[in-house]
């Protein structure tokens, strides 16, 4: 199973894999034999050597897999980055920080556009943004010695 994950996952083993089911058919088996020997469907292997037959072994290479279309264009992006270099509430949200929700409401206000949360947290990371939570202070706190023991503390540089 192992093996057939990683010729699935590798184009170029995809691409062999294929050539091994097209020599196997060429050389008198049944694509019902084939499909059970190599663990593909019936389907496939008949669409292989379909194309084969058609294009040669151009047909035998890897179609493009565009997949779902992008719901944010390049402007939708320099909107989301310039908005993040400021405030949630220069943007009119009512969150203090920048967080996959706040993000995922800014855009469907903004941009009328829909963005899971968890997909805006992977945005915010694809555009170098981290969310950092501030840290609470205790009442009281002694501030000076709090950052002689941070571990990268200014003065170690």
Known sequence: MALQDEIK???????????????????GNTCQEVADLLGDSVRSIQTWVNRFEEKGLQGVYDLDRPGRPKVL???????????????????????????????SRFIKVRLDKELGVRQSQRL???????????????????LE???????????DE
Do not use: Q
């Open 73 to 103: 264009t390049d402007e939708d992006l320099a909107v989301i980055n310039a908005a993040l270099r400021g405030a949630p509430k220069d943007s009119g949200l009512d969150c203090n920080l920048w967080d996959g929700r706040c993000l």
């Open 145 to 155: 010695l709090k950052d002689a023991l941070k571990k990268n503390h200014a003065d």
């Open 9 to 27: 996952r590798n184009k170029d083993a995809r691409y062999d894999h294929r050539l091994h089911a097209l020599l196997l058919v060429a050389k």
């Open 124 to 142: 915010m990371n694809d555009l170098g943004f981290h969310y950092r939570k501030p840290r609470p202070m205790m009442a009281g706190e002694d």
